[in-house]
């Protein structure tokens, strides 16, 4: 097996290729490079990659004088089977483009190996080789963190300073995210600050505490040490229920076609408007330490600070839900989370549930899917997911649902790959945002909307506001409206994304809400959780004020951490002293709403048609295989009772995903008697 670590190098203009240097367990080094303008990089008799066989242990290796034809045919023959080299380059053509290079070192000894090789130029680059020949590619890139550019004649390890020999062209240093105190210091530009108390004294020694005597007991005069513990002491606040694991970024959203016939909101009352905003991408059911390469839904939240107020976008990365009333949200949550006698998580609880619902058919099978582990949150789509309705400046108004879809592309990971970077690198995604940001390569999103109208919203075929479906776009096509950037990492993430709250509440005129009931739900739930986790005055957090854009008007007063109580103004409403009054130009249009009274169930309105079109018209034959292979592996771990369960679901979708889905189960262990047909649960 080969130990591989992906670096990046400049060496100037040479097509954008990539250069790799691997070493084998028998201490050869091969030269290897991929030229993406040949073919797919990976097959044909110009494939774009060759072979220079070198030196062992610390030698050299040179490049042969034609890049695209191998010396060591053989052993490139070799390697071209091998499903992790062949993901590795299909996973990293983004970055063979332009003038930059990937350098891939490896090494199967148990210590990091130094290594040279002379390159075209005959310039000689020491890099360092890493361990572990079962750890990823990923893993190893997110924890080694060294990158190389051609910008120094100085070349050191990163860990002991020391300098490499021979180095002329390359400087190592690390990724932006493990160098971030460094660049702290490079900004203090007149050195370090005085050290104070929290009520800004200065602090003369805090190696120790004070007592009498150097073993004696402390005393309770001791201020500087009472001041730091008992701070410390309450730093945790209570982490989200949902979406506790996450990052964010800040940005800007940009017009870029006009939709005012459909919405007067002034975010987009003109084609290149800009508008402020901060995102927070987030896994759902883990915990705040857990892995972010793990098979749940993402949070993509938006939250836009724009002249009429917050406007908060709280999507996730897929268009749909597991169910449709919000009853049932907390029962679905407590399923993704921990059993309450085992403190485990359960295949019983997750999939008992879900075979009960069949309205959660669907977005099982695209959690299941290639997409249920995107690579990072640059690779990955948002959606509003609900139903809202638009409002023009004549009143009038459409349905509409949001989209936000990823400029760099999709790409996902798979399931094996995934574990390996969940016990590498849980902070993957974490690191991957910051890295790319800092770096220059910013995120973009195209922002684009679907309408339905009233009249096509009553004659549609099932409840438009159903969060278990999609609108097809063939029917509602989708319509740009502008572009989601993201350019500046947080200062603190403490300040900017942990306390940062959204809430679908939120809305501006020109937006409002529509009938889906899981959408009615949230505009309660989030703000109650946000002033329990953050306090009544959590607006007032530089993050999540609103008065960014405006002065803060309204009469909510006092409570905890008030930072703003609006000075003398009244505090009380209607008055006769100038305080704020009504706004009558963003008067709601008026709607009629009737119907009995009652806990009304969700009907079934055709719970698996969707989910059969995902599976015969969406998905290639590579990825139903996964798709079976990934709910073989979950539904394993579930009871008999409940595995049979799940297979007659799934028949539903489709015959033959259930036929393969029992015999997966069956060669796992289990005995299935479910024969896959179509049955009712």
Partial sequence: MLAILARRINFGARHGCTTILVQS??????????????????????????????????????????????????????KRSSPSYRQFVNRHKWLDTGHRDIVIIASSGSEPQRQHYNH?????????????????????????????????????????QQVANNCNPCKMSRDPASNQLNDYKKSVKDGAPTLLTGNGAPIAN????????????LLLQDFVYLDEISHFDRERIPERVVHAKGAGAFGYFEVTHDITKYCKAKIFSKIGKKTPLVVRFS?????????????????FAVKFYTEEGIWDLVGNNTPIFFVKDPMLFPSFIHTQKRNPATHLKDADMFWDFITLRPESTHQVMILFSDRGIPDGYRHMNGY????????????????????????????????????????????????????????????????????????????????????????????????????????????????????????????????EPSPDKMLQGRLFSYGDTHRHRLGPNHLQLPVNCPYKMMPAVNYQRDGFMSINNQGGAPNYFPNSFSGPVECPQVKSPTYHASGDVDRHEPVNEDDY???????????????????????VGHIKNASTFIAERAVRNFSNVDVELGRRLADGLRASGMNISASGISANL
């Fill in 25 to 78: 367990q028998k201490r050869q080094n091969h030269l290897c490079k991929f030229d993406p303008h040949y073919n797919d990089g990976i097959s044909g008799s110009r494939s774009g990659i060759s072979i220079s066989s070198g030196s062992g242990g610390g030698g050299s290796a040179t490049t042969t004088n034609d890049p695209h034809y191998a010396i060591s045919r053989q052993w490139l023959a070799n």
């Fill in 120 to 160: 075209q130029n005959n310039n000689s680059c020491s890099v360092i080789g890493c361990s572990s020949a079962s750890s990823s590619i990923q893993s190893l890139v997110a924890s080694q963190r060294r990158y190389y550019s051609k910008s120094s004649t100085v070349c050191r390890d990163s860990n002991t």
């Fill in 206 to 217: 805090k190696k120790a505490a004070q007592t009498v005597g150097p073993r004696g007991p």
């Fill in 283 to 299: 896994t759902v059911g883990g915990e705040s330490g857990s892995a972010d390469t793990v098979r749940d839904p993402r949070g």
């Fill in 384 to 511: 509003g997911s609900h139903t809202f309705k638009l409002v023009n400046d004549q009143n009038e108004w459409v349905w509409c649902k949001f989209h936000y879809k990823t400029d760099q592309g999709i790409k996902n990971i798979f399931q094996e790959k995934a574990n390996e970077i969940s016990a590498n690198d849980p902070d993957y995604s974490i690191r991957d945002l910051y890295n790319a940001i800092s770096s220059g390569n910013y995120p973009s999103y195209t922002f684009s909307i679907q309408v339905m109208t009233q009249k096509q919203a009553e004659e549609f075929k099932w409840n438009p506001f159903d969060l278990t479906k999609v609108w097809p776009h063939k029917e509602f096509p989708l319509i740009p409206v502008g572009k989601i950037v993201l350019d500046k990492n947080p200062e603190n993430y403490f300040t900017d994304v942990e306390q940062a709250a959204f809430d679908p509440a939120h809305m501006v005129p020109g937006i």
């Fill in 609 to 631: 048609g969707q989910a059969t079109l995902f599976w015969r018209n969406v998905l290639t034959a590579d990825q139903q295989a996964r798709l079976v292979s990934n709910l």
